[in-house]
Each structure stands twice: as structure tokens, then as C-alpha cells.
Nanobody, 121 residues
Framework: QVQLVESGGGLVQPGGSLRLSCAAS????????MLWYRQAPGKQRELVAG???????SYADSVKGRFTISRDNAKKMVYLQMNSLKPEDTAVYYC???????????????WGQGTQVTVSS
């Protein structure tokens, strides 16, 4: 059973910072791309940032220059450092990863349960 568990969300003032973490656990053979999505109330879930196994990253235009995604392959973890937070960054943030559990199985997509980030004064 593969699980993704996020942590690090909370309430922060505009201009502040938060660091989200996501740990993959279970019977895992390999973790491929790892991503962060977010969903604000009344809006569709959107891709925030992604990182490949080799460390190549991509970001939504709305967070470029403010957010940084990173990963620790040995620990099977992905992080999202969020700086200069704005009220419009308020959302539930979800960890997403493509994981294979055996040497022959194609990677499958997994989701975490989400962690709330609220940016408000």
C-alpha cells in the first residue's frame, strides 16, 4: 500500500513563508515525477510545481520566483518552499507522485490527502 502524506501547512501572514513536505511510504520500487497541486475554494485544482527524478523543475507562472520545489530521493520526499506568500495562495495543497511498486509495473499516480495553507492577516 503506497501512501503520500503531506505536512507543513498552516496560517501565515502575507509576505511570510511556509515549507510543505510530502513523504512517500509503503512498498515502493521507484518514485518518478513528484508534483504539488493546489485547490482554492470554488476553483479547479491547479498544478503548482513539479520535479523529475533527475531534479528538473517546472512552475506555474503565478508562483515562479516565490516557490521552490525540491526532493530527497533517498528519503522519498518532496518539498515546497513557499516565500512571499499572498492571500491568493490560500488553498489546499496536494502532493502527487508517479510510483511503481515492482520492477515490471508501470508507474501509477498517487495523491496525498492535502494540507491547508491560509495566507491572511
Amino acid at each position: 500500500q503506497v501512501q503520500l502524506v503531506e505536512s507543513g501547512g498552516g496560517l501565515v501572514q502575507p509576505g511570510g513563508s511556509l515549507r510543505l513536505s510530502c513523504a512517500a511510504s509503503g512498498s515502493i520500487f521507484s518514485v518518478y515525477a513528484m508534483l504539488w497541486y493546489r485547490q482554492a475554494p470554488g476553483k479547479q485544482r491547479e498544478l503548482v510545481a513539479g520535479i523529475t527524478t533527475g531534479g528538473s523543475t517546472s512552475y506555474a507562472d503565478s508562483v515562479k520566483g516565490r516557490f521552490t520545489i525540491s526532493r530527497d530521493n533517498a528519503k522519498k520526499m518532496v518539498y515546497l518552499q513557499m516565500n512571499s506568500l499572498k492571500p491568493e495562495d490560500t488553498a489546499v495543497y496536494y502532493c502527487n507522485a508517479f510510483i511503481s511498486v515492482t520492477t515490471v509495473q508501470a508507474p501509477r499516480e498517487y495523491w496525498g490527502q492535502g494540507t491547508q495553507v491560509t495566507v491572511s492577516s
